[in-house]
């Protein structure tokens, strides 16, 4: 059974940083794109940082240079490094995983794609 479980959520005043985590329990696909997205209360879900099965990494325009995407090298945690954080980047965070169509780019998987979410973690901004 596949479960994805964030933690590290929090609040921070502007400026700040935070490192959210994703513990990735039984999913088995070698080739995948794990992903960070996050929905703002009245806003859609979206897609800000991607990494994928070589270690590929995607970030929307509006995280680039301040959240990092990484993993550990057992593949099993998922973490996004956020600085620099503003008050804008509140909102729920969430972890999912989808499996990487051959010769696609993760950046073409549309939100849809992804068939394993996390709960969700809540990150607030204060400014």
């Known amino acids: 059974q596949v479960r994805l479980v964030e933690s590290g959520g929090g609040s921070v005043q502007a400026g700040g940083s935070l490192r959210l985590s994703c513990a990735v329990y039984?999913?088995?696909?070698?080739?995948?794109?794990m992903g960070w997205f996050r929905q703002a209360p009245g806003k859609e879900r979206g897609l800000i940082a991607v990494i994928d099965d070589k270690r590929n990494t995607k970030y929307a325009n509006s995280v680039k240079g301040r959240f990092t995407i990484s993993q550990d090298n057992a593949q099993t945690t998922l973490y996004l490094q956020m600085n620099s954080l503003k008050p804008e980047d509140t909102a729920m965070y969430y972890c999912?995983?989808?499996?990487?169509?051959?010769?696609?780019?993760?950046?073409?998987?549309?939100?849809?794609?992804?068939?394993?979410w996390g709960q969700g973690t809540q990150v607030t901004v204060s400014s």
């Open positions: 999912a995983a989808a499996p990487r169509l051959f010769g696609v780019s993760c950046s073409y998987h549309t939100v849809g794609r992804y068939n394993y």
């Open positions: 039984g999913y088995t696909y070698s080739s995948y794109c």
